[in-house]
């Protein structure tokens, strides 16, 4: 039984480093580095919500250069 526990618990904090991983800015940090970076852009607009983050970048005028990228792409930025 003990050894059951530990198995789930082992899967279950290899899922979360995991998922930490993708939390990332990966399909952002291509083009979106220093100045211009994710936590600038969060700073600046004042985003809070993963719904402000998607509102920002669909009605900005650069909303065409993200067109591949998903609503939870975007929301998956300021998730915490
Ligand atoms: C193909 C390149 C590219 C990718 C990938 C990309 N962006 Fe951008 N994004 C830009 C460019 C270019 C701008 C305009 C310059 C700037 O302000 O950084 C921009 C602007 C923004 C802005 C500001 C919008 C405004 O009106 O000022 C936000 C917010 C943003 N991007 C979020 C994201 C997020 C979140 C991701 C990843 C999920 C992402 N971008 C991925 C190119 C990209």
Same mark, same amino acid.
């Given at each position: ?14 899922? *979360? ?16 580095? *220093? ?26 005028? /650069? ?16 998730? /915490?």
């Amino acid at each position: 039984m003990k050894k059951i526990v530990a198995i789930v618990v082992a899967v279950l904090f290899a899922l *979360g480093m995991a998922s930490m991983a993708f939390a990332g800015y990966e399909k952002c940090d291509k083009c979106h580095k *220093g100045e211009k970076s994710i936590d600038a852009h969060i700073k600046a607009k004042d985003i809070k919500t993963g719904d402000d983050m998607v509102k920002a970048v669909r009605t900005s005028p /650069k909303a065409a250069l993200h067109k591949n990228l998903t609503d939870d792409d975007l929301k998956a930025t300021v998730a /915490k």
